[in-house]
T-cell receptor
Framework: AQSVTQPDIHITVSEGASLELRCNYSYGATPYLFWYVQSPGQGLQLLLKYFSGDTLVQGIKGFEAEFKRSQSSFNLRKPSVHWSDAAEYFCAVGPRGTYKYIFGTGTRLKVLA | DVKVTQSSRYLVKRTGEKVFLECVQDMDHENMFWYRQDPGLGLRLIYFSYDVKMKEKGDIPEGYSVSREKKERFSLILESASTNQTSMYLC?????????????FGPGTRLTVT
């Protein structure tokens, strides 16, 4: 069955430190891949997406993600975290030929001043 | 900017009540979605509409129905609310393009059923 795993429920980092949020998926072919962020009290906002081509994808707010086919992973990174990055992050997979996404369970990021 | 609005941010209803959650988008998107968000479970798709009057069941449609009479509006209906439907409900819209398209989300409605 298709699935998306975000193994870290909570992550705490200090402001200015680097960040990596993990995402693994289970799907026969390379799906469309997305990272969304949900700030407190808000809906989800798209950070970045991968369809094909260059496996390193740049997004908004200084985020990037790298697709690794051999590991079925699409990890999100940021070199220097800001306090305003505290939020919940969702990885999502869009299997090709379908209409819907499969969302991971989310990783809640806390940023220490 | 795409805007997706939901009629209420917070809603408290009693068990057995009929509940309507409304969602409106202003970008002429064909596709609209209703999700339920619960801690530790992520987002789960309740219903999807790919055009006016067209709908498909998602992963957890039991206890819910939907209505899409106009392109910009997608309503989620809880026919007889139960306590296990206490949750955050998120609406999203998307132009056509299948799973490749970006979904735009509303701010959510936190529903409490007592």
């Amino acid at each position: 069955a298709q699935s998306v795993t975000q193994p870290d429920i909570h992550i705490t980092v200090s402001e200015g430190a680097s960040l990596e949020l993990r995402c693994n998926y289970s799907y026969g072919a390379t799906p469309y891949l997305f990272w969304y962020v949900q700030s407190p009290g808000q809906g989800l906002q798209l950070l970045l997406k991968y369809f094909s081509g260059d496996t390193l994808v740049q997004g908004i707010k200084g985020f990037e993600a790298e697709f690794k086919r051999s590991q079925s992973s699409f990890n999100l990174r940021k070199p220097s975290v800001h306090w305003s990055d505290a939020a919940e992050y969702f990885c999502a997979v869009g299997p090709r030929g379908t209409y819907k996404y499969i969302f991971g369970t989310g990783t809640r990021l806390k940023v220490l001043a | 900017d795409v805007k997706v609005t939901q009629s209420s941010r917070y809603l408290v209803k009693r068990t057995g009540e009929k509940v309507f959650l409304e969602c409106v988008q202003d970008m002429d998107h064909e596709n609209m979605f209703w999700y339920r968000q619960d801690p530790g479970l992520g987002l789960r798709l309740i219903y999807f509409s790919y055009d006016v009057k067209m709908k498909e069941k998602g992963d957890i449609p039991e206890g819910y129905s939907v209505s899409r009479e106009k392109k910009e509006r997608f309503s989620l209906i809880l026919e007889s609310a139960s306590t296990n439907q206490t949750s955050m409900y998120l609406c999203a819209s998307r132009t056509t393009g299948g799973a490749k398209g970006e979904q735009y989300f509303g701010p959510g409605t936190r529903l409490t059923v007592t």
